[in-house]
């Protein structure tokens, strides 16, 4: 996951730059952008950390700083049978928890879980709350997974062990299972549960697999678990709810902010290489504290969109696909087994740029072959003397962590959850901060979706801290969240239980946006587009005669050759401001390329549509606007020894420009294709017509020489009895006169370009 500090320096207000971190997935083995801040500053990028550790060796091994990762105790060495004879085993949801230490402890005395002996009856929807801990030890489980599996609800354990689930009455009979990679999975019909349970999972005996190793086993793994993605992973269009959070803090128990919401997250299919989902957020939440612009006033953006993103599999990152392996080591570091199932575990990091590139593990069911989890880890600057630091480095970034696990339903594997934890060091305060997103399934929809209308969804530059509703304690009664940590909570009750902390909070930070915000919101609203016009005309052209006051027919000139010309060529810019989701104004000047001279602009209002909402956005654009269009094509030169004068304007120079020029003005429509091939830019293509309210045709006679602001030009009607406009057409013996517009311009004409916005 890359963050990448942006400078914005608004066109409209000169002087006025913003910084904006962009917290968005990349693709594994892309290399990162080079971040960038206000001026005169810069960021230590993680590019340089390959630069001064050197590219790994082979050799090398992966330091995964993981609370998911696979105990090394616990991780079995590959021995000399044969791997395929794994028995069938059901897929597990998350991953090991390592071990706090690897010295040996006595273990304690089993501890039970709390179960009813007389089963509870619930009449009315319900919530279960609880702990989930180890037997032996006591200690918490985090990221463990509650689910009942029958109604597609869930949630899972947050950094302490805690889990809190919202069910309605058809629940109150069903079973729940409690599943923790390593851990015997326990299941309970919930009639049996109290309203707070603790649950104690025992650790599963581990056995060592017989397993022989050939140089290809892991090749053999991967390329089966990248065929079997259509067989274990859903095919047709999906509908989750979940629950995402991310905070900002200086340190465990000081919090700088954290927003909250629910989401609803679409995705077409896995079957295809590339897949497209869509984010809608039904609620969200911000808690803002105390003197966070004081330490660090950055804006995240795009966090939302990790339930598609950072859903590997989905996102199809490279590390996986086949066609890559070649820029990948790869290392089959065992097997684990468990009740449940028997899981590879294989290392992997980029040959060249392990450090700026996403290193890890990978987690692959040897009966299934699904992914059903991963880590990963991109290294940053964590530890630096601040005396060390330039006086021109205003933000240096730190590693990057995340950790995603997969449920299963109906056969099919779901993105269950997501940890994600980076830092940065900010140079004007001096504080290390540090980043923390959660992102947890709690419902599961496969039949009847529908995909998110275009309208309500959140945009990938969408900033969710701005979107976000004031704090309410009672804000998520109704929805399954991932509860708040001890020191999350503590810190929100001591500042929120005093009735002046809660006044100047929504003062200062709920409910008015800082200049920054604002200017921010506004700039967002605009789309830049570029591109090409084509002008169909039409101007047959021939040898030519042409004068003004004298014919030149009389006087034995040698006519002046002119080509034919059916089209011309024009570029086209032009800006959007989004009024809403679906209306825009549109602003639009073409100037000629090819073919012609010209000046047209263009002012308007666009409607659009998403005509294909369940893959890649393509849009339909529908406009009407106002056109004023000034078209000139060039003809010849004539000679003007003798000064020509026209209306009492007298042409001085020795020869003149003759053009056939064309003025327009009238309402113009536009229909056009747009298509999403980013997340800030889209190619379109169009189709204008103009319908001439105004229309004017004429020559003119301009000079050539001199000052080009200074020269001058004059204009004449076709049917100018003084204009003498001679043409003899190819295959034609005689010169005719043109007393009529000879250069035809089409009302219509096409574009085609690309847009893009902040």
Not at 342 to 367: C, L, W
Request: charged share 20%.
């Amino acid at each position: 996951m890359k963050h990448q500090f942006i400078p914005i320096i608004s066109l409209l207000i000169a002087g006025c730059a913003i910084s904006l971190a962009q917290v968005r997935p990349v693709n594994a083995s892309t290399p990162p952008i080079n971040a960038t801040t206000a001026v005169n500053a810069t960021i230590v990028n993680p590019s340089a950390i390959d630069s001064t550790k050197g590219a790994s060796s082979k050799t090398d091994t992966v330091a995964i700083d993981t609370l998911l990762a696979i105990a090394d105790s616990s991780r079995q060495p590959l021995s000399s049978s044969s791997l395929d004879s794994v028995s069938n085993v059901n897929t597990a949801d998350s991953m090991i928890p390592e071990q706090a230490s690897t010295t040996a402890k006595t273990p304690s005395k089993p501890r039970y879980s709390t179960i009813l002996s007389t089963p509870v009856v619930r009449t009315a929807p319900f919530t279960l709350s609880g702990h989930i801990t180890d037997a032996e030890t006591g200690e918490s489980a985090p990221f463990a997974t509650v689910r009942v599996e029958k109604l597609g609800l869930g949630t899972v354990t947050n950094a302490d062990g805690d889990w809190t689930l919202r069910l309605p009455v058809s629940a109150a009979r069903e079973p729940v299972s409690f599943k923790y990679v390593g851990y015997i999975t326990q299941t309970y019909n919930i009639s049996k549960l109290p309203d707070h349970s603790i649950i104690r999972l025992r650790q599963s005996n581990f056995e060592l697999s017989q397993v022989v190793v050939t140089p290809d086993k892991k090749f053999e793994i991967l390329r089966a678990a990248w065929k079997a993605i259509p067989q274990n992973y859903p095919v047709k269009p999906t509908l989750t709810k979940g629950f995402y959070r991310e905070t900002e803090r200086v340190n465990d128990t000081l919090f700088l902010y954290f927003n909250e919401a629910i989401l609803n997250v679409y995705k077409n299919t896995y079957r295809n290489d590339q897949n497209f989902g869509q984010i809608e957020v039904e609620k969200s939440r911000k808690n803002v504290f105390p003197g966070i612009d004081s330490i660090n006033d950055v804006r995240f953006y795009g966090g939302p969109h990790f339930p598609n993103d950072l859903d590997i599999v989905f996102s199809r990152w490279d590390f996986m696909k086949p066609s890559d392996f070649k820029n990948w080591y790869y290392d089959l570091e065992g097997m684990y087994k468990d009740s449940l199932s028997e899981v590879y575990t294989i290392s992997f990091r980029h040959k060249v740029n392990p450090n700026t590139n996403f290193q890890g593990r990978m987690f692959i069911d040897a009966n299934s072959y699904a992914y059903i989890g991963f880590e990963l880890k991109r290294m940053g600057i964590d530890y630096l003397d601040p005396e060390d630091i330039s006086t021109s480095v205003n933000y240096i970034s730190g590693t990057t962590t995340i950790k995603i696990g997969y449920t299963e339903k109906d056969g099919r594997q779901f993105l269950n959850h997501i940890n994600y934890k980076t830092s940065g060091y900010n140079t004007a305060s001096k504080k290390r901060i540090f980043k923390d997103i959660e992102y947890i399934t709690t419902n599961i929809q496969t039949d009847s979706v529908r995909s998110i209308p275009f309208d309500r969804q959140f945009d990938y530059t969408d900033i969710l801290s701005i979107k976000a509703d004031n704090y309410d304690q009672t804000y998520w009664k109704d929805y399954n969240i991932l509860q708040e940590s001890k020191v999350m909570n503590a810190q929100t009750n001591l500042l929120y239980n005093q009735e002046k902390a809660v006044e100047q909070l929504t003062k200062v930070y709920n409910t008015q946006l800082t200049e920054q915000e604002k200017i921010l919101l506004f700039l967002k609203r605009f789309t830049f587009e570029g591109g090409f016009t084509y002008h169909p005309v039409r101007y047959v052209g021939g040898s030519h005669l042409i004068g003004y006051g004298t014919d030149p027919l009389q006087t034995s000139q040698t006519g002046k050759n002119v080509t034919s010309n059916y089209f011309a060529i024009s570029t086209l810019d032009g800006v959007r401001f989004e009024l809403t989701k679906k209306w825009s104004v549109f602003g639009t000047i073409s100037t000629a390329l090819y073919g012609m001279d010209q000046i047209q602009s263009d002012l308007g209002l666009n409607y659009r549509m998403c005509i294909f909402p369940s893959g890649r956005w393509i849009f339909l654009d529908l406009g009407l606007g106002a056109s004023l269009a000034t078209t000139k094509m060039p003809l010849c030169d004539i000679d003007n020894t003798a000064g020509l004068s026209i209306d009492g304007k007298k042409l001085n120079s020795n020869t003149l420009a003759v053009n056939a020029g064309n003025f327009a003005f009238g309402p113009k429509g536009v229909v056009g294709l747009s298509v999403r091939m980013g997340k800030k830019y889209e190619l379109f293509g169009e189709g204008n017509y103009l319908l001439p309210i105004l229309n004017h045709d004429y020559v003119q006679f301009k000079e050539t020489k001199g000052f080009f602001l200074s020269r001058k030009s004059a204009k004449v009607d076709w049917d100018d009895p003084n204009l003498y406009f001679w043409i003899k057409e190819k295959n034609s013996e005689n010169f005719q006169r043109m007393t009529s517009p000879h250069f035809e311009i089409e009302p219509y004409y096409f574009r085609i370009g690309i847009r893009s916005g902040f």
